[in-house]
């Protein structure tokens, strides 16, 4: 669709078309604040006709983690190539796209500067409107990609991933209060950490994930943090891990003993979660339960979330993002989170 296709005779027949076309928002969207070039292409903040993720996994796990000098290169080398198969993927062209979104904060910053830089060139040439989107305001609007039914508020919603744990509530549509956050690591560095530590390697979430299903999560008591209010905090939880492996040295090779490790560490991590979640969802009530962030992905997370629901008087929808892309970073959310930064005016 395209602005110039308005064919129209008089006022009344423009300010009609032109309404029709102000309603109908197909965002091109851009997110580079950490490792994943990423560009995608929303139309109404649901419907995604492209979602392209140029990862720079292999490159971080040959150092174990993101080099953010190096994730700032890789991105300069990716974000064309990147937007080209986005539009190749969507079949659509500029004469398509009314707005651009890209990942204001927070982030890496020369990562982040890629984009937002990429994202002002393209605007100003192909004159479109910016609109820039706060990074976890995206996590929270991804369970809002490529859904049929609407969301129904209040909504209390938990962003974990690897730079953030955020508590979110949302009485009503556009309203976004931050109950609680990370004091220091978010829960996924804790993942990365301790996979290093165990070594799984890089990213250490689907690994810690998956070694933990071969054991026993009761076998190792870590410290499952419960701080006050709503925040959180994994950094006490990371050392302990670090100091009960200095006392095993002999056992790292031992597969049964690493998923031991594994399980318990990520209980203590789901419990921590849990804890304050369930805390939430008492005594705020809402209808609809939501996870999001790389750890959404954590399948042993999502089942316990559940169950603790379902015990309730009054359960709520639980929601994560419908596909596994949509859980780690990604330009769909960005561009769900741009569309309804614009449906509320806040551009
Ligand atoms: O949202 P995200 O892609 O990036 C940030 O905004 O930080 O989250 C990445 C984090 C990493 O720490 C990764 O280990 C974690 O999400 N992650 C997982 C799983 N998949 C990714 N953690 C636990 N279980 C998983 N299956
Ligand atoms: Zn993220």
Redesign the pocket.
């Known amino acids: 669709m395209n602005l110039n296709s308005i064919k129209a005779h008089n006022k009344i027949e423009v300010m009609i078309e032109l309404s029709r076309h102000l309603l109908f928002l197909m965002i091109l969207a851009i997110e580079t604040?950490?490792d994943?070039s990423a560009v995608a292409i929303v139309e109404q903040g649901t419907k995604v006709h492209s979602n392209v993720i140029a990862s720079q996994i292999d490159i971080h796990s040959l150092t174990g983690g993101v080099v953010p000098e190096v994730a700032s290169r890789e991105h300069m080398k990716a974000i064309l190539p990147t937007l080209r198969e986005a539009f190749k993927e969507a079949k659509l062209d500029w004469n398509d796209i009314t707005h651009i979104a890209v990942t204001k904060e927070p982030?890496l910053i020369g990562s982040v500067l890629v984009g937002r830089m990429s994202a002002a060139a393209f605007a100003f040439a192909m004159d479109k409107t910016l609109i820039e989107v706060n990074?976890i305001h995206g996590?929270i609007y991804s369970n809002w990609l490529d859904i049929k039914d609407s969301p129904q508020f209040p909504i209390l919603s938990l962003t974990?991933?690897?730079?953030?744990n955020e508590l979110i509530w949302m009485p009503k549509d556009g309203v976004i209060e931050s109950l609680g956050r990370s004091m220091d690591d978010?829960?996924?560095?804790a993942?990365?950490k301790t996979?290093r530590l165990l070594g799984l390697g890089y990213?250490?979430?689907?690994a810690?994930?998956k070694a933990a299903q071969k054991g026993n999560h009761l076998a190792v008591k870590f410290p499952i943090p419960k701080l006050e209010e709503y925040n959180f905090s994994f950094s006490g939880l990371k050392t302990a891990v670090l100091y009960y492996l200095q006392s095993k040295q002999n056992l790292l090779q031992d597969k049964d003993f690493i998923a031991d490790v594994a399980a318990s560490f990520?209980y203590a991590v789901i419990e921590s979660l849990i804890y304050q979640l369930m805390k939430a969802v008492k005594e705020k009530k809402p209808k609809e339960v939501h996870l999001a962030?790389?750890?959404s992905?954590?399948?042993a997370?999502r089942s316990r979330i559940q169950i603790e629901l379902n015990e309730l008087s009054y359960p709520p929808l639980f929601r994560f993002p419908v596909k596994m892309s949509y859980?780690?970073?990604n330009a769909a959310m960005i561009g769900a989170a741009g569309f309804q930064k614009l449906k509320h005016k806040l551009v």
Request: hydrophobic share 25%; charged share 15%; aromatic share 2%.
């Open positions: 604040s950490c994943e982030g990074h996590h974990v991933s690897g730079g953030h978010a829960a996924g560095e993942f990365d996979a990213p250490g979430g689907p810690i994930e990520q962030g790389g750890v992905a954590n399948k997370l859980c780690t970073d």
